[in-house]
């Protein structure tokens, strides 16, 4: 497999040297998207420059790329010959048509180091043993990438996937992991699956959580987040990527946000027109990342909303960090006035101990947004309700719809078959 260039100390090198990097790989990054039918008109005047370094202000004149452009011509960002993609990816589209995205060997390699960087920096090394419990399979990047990244650090895999608790206990209890790799409320039910069997973790330095984020929008650890922590007596630490953007935002062992490596991606946080914000204003995430052989994209519209903050890290990477993410952009709900995202009322919902499910459902009469909160408590009493009455109202500063339901019934709702991840939001908004 060819290797990637490895850049690992480039996030502590000074900022200049950094910039300087990243314009000569976004020069070359610009050359590889033109090769694709996509970009190929747009970016022909700037690749046929041949220019060694680009300045990265070029960028915001650059157009976006969008999940919709991905599904309307897929194969259009191919750059290059069809014979040189080792693996397929799927990811679902915003209109549930799915896209695919190819990998080269290069691009598996730049995988392995893309992970690999990341895991160091929340500490994982050689003689660590990994247990993953996200998906391998199923046409996903993630369980793969993650893989390969633990691979490359030099510690040990233990490829348990998808699996009940039951099966992820009795292999902890064999092959006793110290890093587990899973989505946290997962392994929030595995922690307290293991406390209940008397069979308490010991030994993990580091659970590494996808899918959900663990801070709150100021980035102080959830309700959630301090539960994994009593019950594995391990940190956690976030990490965030997608099959598209091949860069991991993940939390160095300051656990303050994530990192991303600064030859693997360049990250831009946009408003609703498009416009550059601020350090510290949230937006939508836009990432381009470098050095992509197969299917490179240019300024890709994650969807997702969170901000960047660059305060000095006590890691001593000077790369900014990438907060939690606080929804989806067209996740977001006008309600009576008040604009907020599902994950706002799923932050209210996990502060309290007593909630053990929920699922919200938005709908829309006239462009004005109504919520309706489903939620299954532990014990249903009158308190109870008001308490949560309270908590949604002081978090949103608007009155939603709210009904206690039935556990099982709800569960129902959430964990479908089809899905690999909990569903607790239903948009079924025009
Ligand atoms: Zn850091």
């Known amino acids: 497999m060819p290797a990637y260039p490895q850049q690992s100390r480039l996030a502590f090198a000074p900022i200049e040297t950094i910039r300087l990097q990243k314009e000569m790989l976004l020069a070359q990054h610009l050359q590889q998207c033109a090769q694709s039918p996509f970009y190929a008109s747009t970016l022909?005047?700037?690749?046929?420059?041949?220019?060694?370094?680009?300045?990265?202000?070029?960028?915001?004149?650059?157009?976006?790329?969008?999940?919709?452009?991905?599904?309307?011509?897929?194969?259009?960002?191919?750059?290059?010959?069809?014979?040189?993609?080792?693996?397929?990816?799927?990811?679902?589209?915003?209109?549930?048509?799915?896209?695919?995205?190819?990998?080269?060997?290069?691009?598996?390699s730049r995988l392995a180091y893309n992970e690999a960087v990341s895991f160091k920096g929340c500490g994982m090394k050689r003689a660590d043993r990994v247990l993953l419990t996200c998906t391998m399979d199923r046409c996903f990047v993630a369980g793969y990438a993650y893989c390969l990244g633990a691979q490359a650090v030099g510690s040990a895999t233990i490829r348990s996937g998808l699996n009940l608790v039951e099966g992820h206990a009795s292999v902890i209890g064999l092959m006793h992991p110290t890093f587990i790799v899973g989505v946290p409320s997962f392994l929030r039910k595995l922690g307290r699956h293991l406390h209940e069997r008397g069979v308490a973790p010991k030994g993990i330095r580091g659970l590494i959580c996808i899918g959900e984020p663990l801070r709150d929008t100021w980035?102080?650890?959830?309700?959630?987040?301090?539960?994994?922590?009593?019950?594995?007596?391990?940190?956690?630490?976030?990490?965030?990527?997608?099959?598209?953007?091949?860069?991991?935002?993940?939390?160095?062992?300051?656990?303050q946000g994530g990192h991303a490596a600064p030859d693997l991606g360049i990250v831009e946080i946009l408003d609703k027109k498009g416009r550059p914000l601020k350090m510290g204003e949230t937006g939508e995430i836009v990432v381009t990342p470098l050095g992509v052989e197969g299917m490179p994209l240019l300024r890709f519209r994650t969807g997702d909303i969170g901000y960047?903050?660059?305060?000095?890290?006590?890691?001593?990477?000077?790369?900014?960090?990438?907060?939690?993410?606080?929804?989806?952009?067209?996740?977001?709900?006008?309600?009576?006035?008040?604009?907020?995202?599902?994950?706002?009322?799923?932050?209210?919902?996990?502060?309290?101990?007593?909630?053990?499910?929920?699922?919200?459902?938005?709908?829309?009469?006239?462009?004005?947004?109504?919520?309706?909160?489903?939620?299954?408590?532990?014990?249903?009493t009158p308190e109870m309700r008001q308490k949560l009455e309270s908590a949604l109202l002081a978090r949103l500063r608007v009155r939603v719809g709210l009904s206690i339901v039935d556990e099982a019934i709800l569960r129902k709702q959430v964990y479908l078959p089809q899905s690999r991840k909990p569903i607790r939001f239903l948009d079924l908004r025009k």
């Open 44 to 108: 022909s005047k700037l690749s046929r420059s041949k220019r060694k370094r680009i300045s990265l202000e070029v960028l915001q004149d650059l157009p976006l790329t969008s999940k919709a452009d991905l599904e309307r011509d897929n194969m259009a960002f191919l750059a290059v010959d069809v014979n040189k993609v080792r693996d397929i990816v799927q990811s679902s589209g915003t209109t549930g048509l799915p896209t695919q995205m190819m990998y080269t060997a290069r691009d598996i």
């Open 219 to 255: 980035m102080k650890p959830t309700a959630l987040t301090e539960e994994l922590g009593q019950l594995w007596s391990a940190p956690a630490f976030s990490t965030y990527s997608s099959s598209e953007i091949v860069t991991s935002f993940c939390e160095c062992e300051a656990q």
């Open 308 to 380: 960047l903050m660059d305060e000095p890290c006590s890691c001593g990477r000077k790369t900014p960090r990438l907060g939690p993410i606080l929804g989806r952009s067209a996740q977001m709900l006008k309600v009576k006035g008040t604009t907020f995202y599902p994950a706002t009322v799923f932050e209210a919902l996990n502060g309290i101990p007593e909630v053990t499910e929920y699922l919200l459902r938005a709908t829309s009469h006239l462009g004005a947004d109504t919520l309706h909160v489903d939620v299954s408590l532990a014990k249903d």
